[in-house]
């Protein structure tokens, strides 16, 4: 065996020597990655002539077709279809000179060719200002007595002629201070009057921040102020380093945003933005390189400096958006490389070496990407998965039973092993053991002896091929295997299944203090903290539910790596959410837009990512290693406000407002949300709730259109609230609320409902007197029974016509309760009286109800009379107590509920309802203190009791009650003759003989009398 792992060796090193070890390439990266806006993709037209972002964090642009507003993701025109003005074509824009003088609700203007200024809104709209131009002439001395519009100092390159020999120009910094520069001369005023000058010629003038600076014919800056007569400044900072810069000469072209008064140097490729110094000097620092401005014709800039964004307007192309590029993807550049990587491991420097034997890494400068093959031996053997590291660099690399020990650099072979069973993964404890799950049901730990190497197989169990080995504690591995996730406590030998994660594809452990993080690949992210397990939610799209990777960076934050692209998220998020699954957790989403190559990151391997010294990170994906910073990345959140572009109402837009008065018939309301965002779109999660008038508050997630829809509602009041997820801290949202008013019809107010109810009223008894004595003279022949059934018949037909203004009627009876008791001093005699008419009104509607459902049953054929089934005999007492709760309270008679809540019985709810009802009734017109509903079994029949305390029943009126029958048929015929009086003791009567109930009367003469319903 000796002699063969000598023969191997040799063989290998050969190979080795044969093979040229480093072909070195270098890879140039870019420090930039741009967004292209034309009107291929939104934008309305091509020409941007001027660029500022509000106070809000909107871009507006200056075009040819009109002002536009960029929230980063859509633009929003206004022409002359929204705005009042003459020419859609706008000049470029002016600032607020006047936002002391009562014009404070605009931050600035767009001033268009028909000269008409359209101020931007705090509320992220625009409306023209009619008034602004009368103010600025009377705060400019030179424009008493004439009208010119472009006398404000325009932004550099200018589109217009600037001649101070023929026009004068004006500048405002702050309130009360500004200049004018006229001929060769520029003026400073204060409170209105010359402070002090400074005399020229100039090519230009400009402010930098609220410093005045100008050009002299020389090219030269200089400072104006009163101490400074022609003293140049020179440039220091980035600009020097540029091998076209002269500082004897004007090289460079000069770009100026006259509102956000920034000042930028264009030179060979290179853009540079100016800053005043403490000391008065200027310094230039570098912002964007290899850009060639003239060959896009760039005229115009803006530049975000909280997020490090720069806007340029061409005045053919368009838009552009740079942004820094955070994340490089470092490749082998040559025809045969294997750019899909999987495991690496760290390497010398600012490198790492990775499965494929190469080695990748950045310059000191990290403007190149240096890759060489670093391992011709790794390159072969074209295994990439597993690189276990030890402590001192050396690593363990392999595959099928085949197990080698090599060196940091991956050249050289340290130890070629055969391992007993084929092997799926390697794993170098805290200890420096190496651990090797296997293909059947078997782990195995490497021992170092004095004699050499030793495997020992330390678990077998049926738990099929180890995947994915971790570490939990330093007695602890966890093992993610075919059959789910197993834990082994190496220490004692012991072994446990942890719960579920049964055929779960385990992709990756992290532990830390506060437990192991697990990935997935299709059920996404787990924290194990003990026997406890913690499901994390996935982002909206789902992605994470293929997580691979979790790598920590120092500022408390998680890196997950997916199919679909890369997530930041703060683990105190994730550890807060552990505590209380309803808080928030916030992933920040990352695609190819940001730097990569591809969305298709690699997992599956170990280490499925490394870290280096410097807290750089490289991640394995599809198509190269993408590597970043983490301390070096500002994380574009949407923490900006939300506001409301537009409002449509059935094709027609209505005002934006706070307050909004829907027409009654509206049939569509459709409402464009947006907030100002210069990242993924995915990372903007929005959701809103409309309550109000019985709708309780509901969260709704908004789609990526951002249009919120609202269909046809009632009258009433209603409350819109829109929020939006700002970041990572605890429960970060931002609220926007709109109060929508829908008024209601003349018909559908209450003085006209509570009219049409008493008409209803006044009808209805007018019907039954008229219809009872036509009755009377016709038929007096006719047993009283049929008499009542006849006028049942009236009662039901225009009980029926009485039943929604009833419930109209106590509708406003509730409104009107419900606000006399809000008031804190109200009328208690009112209160009383609003209670009584209430609770009549309830009390109404239920008899009328009951009635309607008693006659609707005489017209049904015997099968479908009844709907038999379990029946809760106390929840129906209760609601029938309900009903009479108020007048037994004003009568001081108590009605006592003692019917158990398990007692059931098999009845038809709504007909043995109507029963009690009429028993109770009765009872409590004739009851002096108390009345009492009881059940329970007797001879095993259930029964129910109703007992009240009144003068007892008259004798033939209790045979009449007690005489059973054998059928409801034969009680049909009996009943046609009857002689009782009661039309309530009649139904009763009537229903118990159809629901085959034995109704048994008994009385105290004088003194109680006693109910019993037997089932």
């Excluded at 404070?104 to 602004?132: H, M, P, Q, R």
């Excluded at 200027?282 to 401005?293: E, G």
């Amino acid at each position: 065996m000796r002699i063969i792992q000598v023969i191997v060796l040799l063989w290998f090193a050969c190979l080795l020597s044969v093979v040229p070890s480093v072909f070195a390439q270098e890879q140039h990266l870019s420090a930039y990655r741009l967004q292209h806006f034309t009107d291929q993709n939104g934008l309305p037209q091509n020409s941007v002539k001027a660029i500022m972002a509000d106070k809000n964090g909107f871009v507006w642009l200056s075009t040819e077709a009109g002002l536009v507003r960029f929230d980063g993701h859509k633009f929003i025109l206004f022409e002359k279809s929204a705005l009042p003005i003459s020419s859609n074509r706008i000049r470029g824009f002016v600032p607020n000179v006047l936002a002391h003088t009562g014009h404070g609700k605009y931050e600035f203007y767009a001033l268009t060719e028909g000269n008409e200024y359209a101020g931007i809104l705090k509320n992220g709209l625009a409306s023209v200002d009619t008034t602004f131009y009368g103010g600025y002439q009377k705060i400019n001395p030179y424009l008493a007595n004439q009208i010119r519009h472009n006398s404000m100092l325009a932004s550099l390159p200018s589109q217009y002629a600037v001649d101070p020999f023929v026009d004068d120009y004006f500048a405002a910094t702050e309130k009360q201070l500004f200049y004018i520069w006229q001929s060769n001369k520029i003026t400073c005023y204060k409170q209105g009057k010359p402070s002090f000058s400074v005399d020229g010629p100039f090519k230009h003038f400009l402010l930098i921040g609220t410093s005045p600076f100008a050009i002299d014919m020389k090219g030269k800056f200089v400072k104006i102020s009163p101490q400074s007569q022609h003293r140049a400044l020179s440039l220091s900072g980035d600009i020097t380093a540029n091998e076209l810069y002269s500082p004897d000469q004007n090289t460079y072209q000069l770009y100026w945003n006259n509102v956000s008064r920034q000042a930028f140097l264009y030179l060979n490729k290179c853009f540079y933005i100016i800053k005043e110094s403490e000391s008065g000097t200027l310094t230039t620092t570098l912002i964007l390189k290899d850009f060639d401005f003239n060959n896009l014709s760039i005229v115009t800039a803006f530049y975000d400096e909280a997020q490090s964004f720069l806007f340029l307007g061409s005045i053919t192309k368009g838009l552009y958006l740079i942004k820094k590029n955070d994340f490089q993807t470092l490749k082998m550049q040559v025809a045969d490389a294997d750019n899909v990587y999987y495991a690496q491991k760290p390497g010398p420097g600012r490198s790492v070496l990775t499965a494929q034997g190469y080695r990748m890494g950045l310059s000191p400068n990290g403007s190149k990407a240096l890759a060489s093959r670093a391992s011709a031996f790794m390159e072969d053997f074209s295994h990439k998965f597993f690189m276990a590291a030890n402590r001192d660099s050396t690593f363990w690399f392999g595959a099928g039973k085949v197990l080698f020990k090599l060196d940091q650099s991956g050249e050289k072979i340290l130890a070629r092993l055969k391992v007993p069973e084929n092997f799926t993964s390697l794993f170098v404890d805290q200890g420096n053991k190496l651990w090797i799950g296997c293909d059947h049901d078997n782990l195995y730990r490497l021992d170092d002896t004095s004699g050499g190497y030793k495997f020992t197989s330390v678990l077998r169990g049926r738990f099929g091929r180890i995947n994915m080995i971790g570490q939990e504690t330093p007695g602890t591995l966890l093992l993610g295997t075919e059959a789910g996730l197993h834990r082994f406590h190496f220490s004692s030998g012991k072994h446990e299944v942890v719960s579920h994660f049964k055929n779960m594809n385990i992709r990756s452990f992290h532990a830390t203090a506060e437990g192991t993080w697990i990935t997935t690949y299709g059920n996404g992210i787990y924290l194990l903290r003990g026997n406890k397990l913690v499901r994390f939610p996935l982002d909206k799209d789902r992605f994470l539910a293929t997580a691979h990777c979790i790598v920590e960076d120092k500022n408390g934050f998680f890196w997950i790596t997916t199919n679909r692209g890369l997530f930041q998220v703060a683990k105190a998020q994730l550890l807060d959410y552990a505590k209380s699954n309803g808080n928030l957790v916030y992933y920040l989403y990352y695609d190819q837009t940001y730097g990569f190559s591809t969305n298709e990151f690699n997992g599956g391997c170990n280490p499925c990512a490394v870290k280096l010294a410097d807290g750089t990170i490289s991640l394995p994906t599809m198509d190269g290693l993408v590597w970043f910073s983490p301390l070096k990345i500002k994380s574009e959140l949407p923490g900006k406000a939300i506001f409301i572009s537009s409002i449509n109402v059935d094709g027609k837009d209505i005002a934006v407002g706070d307050t909004l008065e829907v027409p009654r018939d509206f049939q569509q309301m459709r409402m464009q949300a947006s907030t100002p965002y210069m990242g993924h779109v995915n990372n903007i999660q929005m959701e809103y709730s409309l309550s109000g008038e019985g709708r309780p508050e509901k969260w709704l997630p908004i789609n990526q259109d951002f249009v919120i829809p609202v269909s046809k509602m009632a009258y009433g009041e209603y409350r819109l609230i829109i929020r939006k997820i700002n970041g990572f801290q605890h429960n970060d949202y931002s609220y926007k609320t709109i109060a929508l008013h829908i008024p209601p019809a003349w018909f559908e107010t209450w003085w006209f409902k509570s009219l049409l109810a008493i008409l209803l009223l006044a009808l209805f008894f007018f019907a039954v007197k008229w219809r009872t004595g036509y009755l009377v003279k016709k038929d007096r022949g006719k047993n009283l029974l049929r008499h009542y059934r006849v006028i049942s018949q009236i009662i039901a037909a225009v009980n029926h016509d009485i039943q929604t203004p009833l419930y109209y009627i106590g509708y406003s009876l509730r409104q009107i309760n419900s606000y006399l008791h809000q008031q804190p001093s109200g009328n208690s005699l009112i209160t009383r009286m609003s209670d009584e008419s209430l609770n009549t009104t309830l009390r109404l509607s239920t008899l009328t109800k009951n009635l309607l459902d008693y006659v609707k049953l005489q017209n049904n054929n015997a099968a479908s009379r009844t709907q038999m089934g379990e029946v809760k005999a106390s929840e129906l007492v209760s609601s029938v107590c309900e009903v009479f709760s108020a007048i037994a309270a004003f009568r001081q008679i108590g009605i006592s509920n003692q019917v158990p809540a398990d007692f059931i019985v098999w009845s038809d709810p709504n007909l043995l309802a109507i029963v009690i009802h009429n028993l109770l009734d009765n009872a409590l017109k004739i009851s002096k203190s108390e009345v009492i509903i009881s059940a329970g079994s007797e001879n095993e029949k259930k029964q129910i009791v109703i007992e009240d305390t009144g003068e007892g029943m008259p004798d033939d009126l209790i045979k009449w009650l007690n005489k059973p029958y054998r059928s409801y048929e034969e009680w049909l015929r009996v009943s046609t003759h009857t002689q009782q009086k009661g039309i309530g003791l009649v139904i009763v009567k009537d229903l118990c003989v159809l629901l085959q109930i034995n109704i048994i009367v008994t009385a105290k003469q004088g003194s109680q009398t006693i109910i019993q319903l037997i089932f």
